[in-house]
């Protein structure tokens, strides 16, 4: 039985971001929506919770049906809530007292600490700040539920989890699912939407399964396209010569023919549309040689919190050209305390450290906090050494920033033009070593691949925290995972194993 229908649905302006969207969901079934940043998954999102007014096409829910709908970001007024608060506001007023029961039952099935129960979203980590969105939309028992970005900020343990829960108590609850993540994706969808202005598919299968049939899809399309065109020219080429024929020899009916032909090549041509091409922008890297083997040695490093609490000790590393390390553990292990030692030290010599001089840094903070909010990208391209104007416009529009995207505050840009546009000053720094906090955050599925295929070109020499599975998967050399303080160098990555070693 259907919960939700959309029929025609569409949204054009200023730019075309889908139509003729035609579907219906319900129960058991969940819908992943992949599309390039900016391509319109979380304006679907809010059109089908109300929250936006499409420009064409409908939305129908059964009678009585209520949708939960789970945005990317914590909104202001709940920072200051704690965390079992902010659940029991979102119950109806009349409800609050006798059955906050319901706040303990949510809140277990997320597997919630005790010691996090009672303090403030704005003290908690994202990825709590995250299932706390959904724990607070869970609780008001909603018929379906609308994911945007759900895996952002969670480590791997948390990403297990949310799995389980989807597969388990909510696994017959109707879900649209946006995201970028590939493996939660195949984890946890039963269909896959791909999300596109022109004409999007929609196939019956998780996505690898369904990307692998797209490509099929897009290459008989294109072939088709190709058939076409060389058909319309054949008639057109065939009306012509009637045409001269007809002319000379004074022929009506040669000319009549030759005026049919040139009507269903236009009849044809109508029908051919240019093939799908992604326009997310291109993300490339760029690195300088060095003569060094070792480019950093640790020995007998203590890491320590900001508040110089212990975090966890490491005895001997050294970190030598093309090593690709990746730092595997849970959320407050240190792993981002360790990136941040890491590139103090670049400039500040630090006890255990030891830096080689032909070393250039390349760092990317996962809030992208290295960009300056009130520069424009414009101006922050166009002002490094033998850059320009005319050359940032170009580099910018490369990675997929329009003109007008360009000029506008980098503070009000979206999650993924900030990414894009942090990667590409990484590029224009030309470094030898990379130190890459959670790159892949608010990147979309084109743009890291593009970057998995980058650092695996260049070679790169990095250090790099992820908890994106198909990429850590893809690109990691080296994993060391740190666990209850004890900091240790592991074979590779195992999707199955314990979750203290996951990324």
Not at 170 to 186: E, G, K, N, V
Not at 193 to 218: E, N
Not at 414 to 429: D, F, H, N
Request: aromatic share 4%.
């Amino acid at each position: 039985m259907a919960l939700i229908s959309l029929r025609d649905l569409g949204m054009v302006t200023p730019r075309p971001l889908f139509q003729n969207l035609t579907f219906s969901f319900g129960p058991g079934d969940r819908i992943g929506i992949v599309a390039a940043n900016g391509a319109g998954k979380s304006t679907l999102l809010r059109c089908i919770a109300g929250e936006s007014e499409p420009d064409m096409g409908s939305v129908t829910l059964s009678r009585g049906a209520t949708l939960g709908y789970v945005e990317q970001d914590v909104p202001p007024g709940l920072l200051g809530l704690t965390l079992a608060e902010t659940l029991r506001r979102a119950l109806p007023p009349a409800q609050r007292t006798h059955e906050a029961w319901r706040v303990g039952a949510v809140l277990d099935e997320f597997a919630t600490p005790d010691t996090l129960r009672d303090r403030p979203l704005a003290a908690l980590s994202g990825g709590w700040q995250r299932l706390a969105l959904l724990a607070r939309i869970w609780i008001t028992q909603p018929d379906a539920l609308l994911l945007d970005e759900p895996t952002n900020h969670l480590d791997a343990e948390k990403i297990a989890l949310l799995e389980r829960w989807i597969a388990g108590p909510a696994a017959r609850t109707p879900m649209l699912i946006a995201s970028h993540d590939r493996s939660f994706l195949d984890a946890c969808a039963t269909r896959t939407l791909f999300l596109r202005p022109g004409t999007s598919r929609l196939y019956a299968h998780p996505y690898t399964t369904a990307r692998a049939l797209l490509a099929d899809d897009d290459a008989a399309q294109e072939r088709q396209q190709a058939k076409g065109a060389k058909e319309v020219t054949r008639l057109r080429r065939n009306a012509g010569e009637l045409r001269n024929i007809g002319v000379n020899s004074g022929s009506d009916l040669l000319q009549k023919k030759s005026m049919q032909l040139r009507e269903r090549a236009e009849r044809l041509e109508a029908t051919l549309r240019p093939a799908h091409r992604e326009k997310s922008g291109d993300i490339r890297l760029a690195s300088r040689t060095t003569h060094a083997k070792i480019l950093v040695e640790i020995r007998d490093l203590a890491v320590t919190s900001p508040n110089a609490d212990p975090l966890f000790h490491i005895e001997k590393l050294d970190i030598r050209v093309g090593d690709r390390l990746v730092l595997l553990g849970r959320n407050g292990a240190g792993k981002s305390q360790m990136i941040r030692l890491l590139r103090h030290a670049m400039t500040t010599p630090t006890p255990g450290l030891r830096i080689t001089p032909s070393l250039v840094l390349g760092h990317a903070d996962q809030g992208m906090a290295h960009l300056p909010d009130g520069h424009t990208p414009h101006g922050f391209i166009a002002a490094r050494p033998g850059i320009g104007d005319a050359r940032a416009t170009s580099l910018l529009a490369g990675v997929g920033l329009s003109v007008e995207a360009q000029h506008r505050p980098i503070g009000r840009l979206s999650p993924g033009q900030k990414a894009r546009l942090g990667l590409l000053a990484l590029r224009l720094t030309e470094p030898n070593f990379y130190l890459l906090d959670e790159p892949t955050n608010h990147v979309d599925i084109p743009g890291q691949e593009q970057l998995e295929t980058e650092l695996l070109a260049q070679g790169a020499t990095c250090v790099l925290v992820s908890h994106d599975r198909s990429f850590v998967q893809t690109i990691g050399t080296r994993f060391l995972a740190i666990d209850r303080g004890q900091a240790r160098e592991v074979d590779g990555f195992e999707p199955g194993g314990d979750p203290a070693y996951q990324t």
